[in-house]
């Protein structure tokens, strides 16, 4: 059963703590995304990777960070540099970066 | 200026009639255009993907591209009350970047 899974699904951190947030894919895309999303906005893109070992910064990288190890996984780190960290963040995956962008099941990250 | 635009809504239709979403964008040189439906706390999920001028049909959904304009609509036929969710249009600009409107809420009345 292909697909995008995330975890958790609900996360809460209490101020000044670092926490990761898990994505995989067993989809054999090449290219892998974060965006975040908060109440009445569009997805705003945080890092993406195109290959494996190496990714770049979106529009709203500051206070995050990520890693690319293996091209079934794309953990991201939201870190305690991010001050407003409260939001529904989502992970996808594509064949390349040009291809159709699939969606994970979101994590909803809540500050204490 | 916001790079892709759409009337936040609500838009509300009654059941079996015709719900018409319309998203603008700025960057002339897109090419890849696409529509998502997201349920209330759930992630987006694709409807439809459109790359050229025209109209694309899949079931009852229709999306209408017109680049002249910079234009991309999407049409649900025979609207029904599980079609009530936020619609987000998605275009690529430049070479990679998808961009997101914020998505307008459509309501489907019984």
Not at chain 1, 28 to 48: F, S
């Amino acid at each position: 059963d292909g697909g995008i899974t995330q975890s958790p699904k609900y996360l809460f951190r209490k101020e000044g703590q670092n926490v990761t947030l898990s994505c995989e894919q067993n989809l054999n895309h090449d290219a892998m995304y974060w965006y975040r999303q908060d109440p009445g906005q569009g997805l705003r893109l945080i890092y993406y990777s195109q290959i494996v070992n190496d990714f770049q910064k979106g529009d709203i990288a500051e206070g995050y960070s990520v890693s690319r190890e293996k091209k079934e996984s794309f953990p991201l780190t939201v870190t305690s540099a991010q001050k407003n960290p409260t939001a529904f963040y989502l992970c996808a995956s594509s064949g390349t970066s040009l291809d159709t962008q699939y969606f994970g099941p979101g994590t909803r990250l809540t500050v204490l | 200026q916001k790079e892709v635009e759409q009337n936040s809504g609500p838009l509300s239709v009654p059941e079996g009639a015709i719900a018409s979403l319309n998203c603008t964008y700025s960057d002339r040189v897109s090419q890849s255009f696409f529509w998502y439906r997201q349920y209330s706390g759930k992630s987006p999920e694709l409807i439809m993907s459109i790359y050229s001028n025209g109209d694309k049909e899949d079931g009852r959904f229709t999306a209408q591209l017109n680049k002249a304009s910079q234009y991309v609509s999407l049409l649900i036929r025979d609207s029904q009350p599980s079609d009530s969710a936020t619609y987000l249009c998605a275009v690529t600009l430049g070479n990679y970047k998808l961009t997101f409107g914020k998505g307008t809420l459509l309501t489907v009345n019984p």
